[in-house]
């Protein structure tokens, strides 16, 4: 059986088969994914610092901080595990201060999220991109 889902321009799609990771899965446009991909028939493999009480049909829920090597490490073992074969970097916060009340503290805060934990989050994944897409 096969499942899938009508993306907002009415367009039904299948990701029967299909792993997906996606960060920052929690709460937000993260939790939307989640939900969308899963009823679309992916595997959806979801990282997020705090996973308490998610559940979800289809996800796999696992902690994740992208801003840590360790964390991000332990999740791109487990979803490689898993099969992934595709990544959402969707982990991100916002700093809605005036410029004259952030601290350097708080500027780390937000690039290490929003650009370092990207690149770490995929630099875990891309060998096995690699090897699940070679030559296709």
Same mark, same amino acid.
């Given at each position: 059986m096969t499942s899938?889902? *009508?993306? &907002? *321009?009415g367009t039904s799609f299948d990701l029967s088969g299909r792993v997906v990771a996606v960060t920052g +899965?929690?709460? @937000? =446009?993260?939790? /939307? &994914? $989640?939900? /969308? #991909?899963a009823a679309a028939g992916a595997t959806v =493999? @979801? %990282? +997020?610092?705090?996973? *308490? %009480? &998610?559940? #979800?049909?289809? +996800? =796999?829920? &696992?902690? #994740?901080d992208v801003t840590d090597e360790t964390s $991000?490490? +332990?999740f791109a073992e487990a979803a490689t595990q898993a099969g992934v074969d595709s990544l959402v970097n969707?982990? %991100? $916060? %916002?700093?809605f201060l005036p410029v004259q009340d952030i601290t350097p503290a708080e500027y780390h805060r937000v690039m290490d999220t929003n650009v370092l934990g990207t690149l770490l989050v995929t630099r875990a994944l891309i060998g096995q991109?690699? /090897?699940r897409h070679a030559g296709g």
């Open positions: 899938s889902a *009508t993306s &907002l *321009t +899965a929690s709460k @937000g =446009i993260g939790w /939307a &994914l $989640v939900q /969308a #991909l =493999i @979801g %990282g +997020a610092r705090d996973v *308490t %009480g &998610l559940e #979800l049909p289809g +996800a =796999i829920f &696992l902690p #994740l $991000v490490s +332990a969707n982990a %991100g $916060v %916002g700093s991109f690699q /090897a």
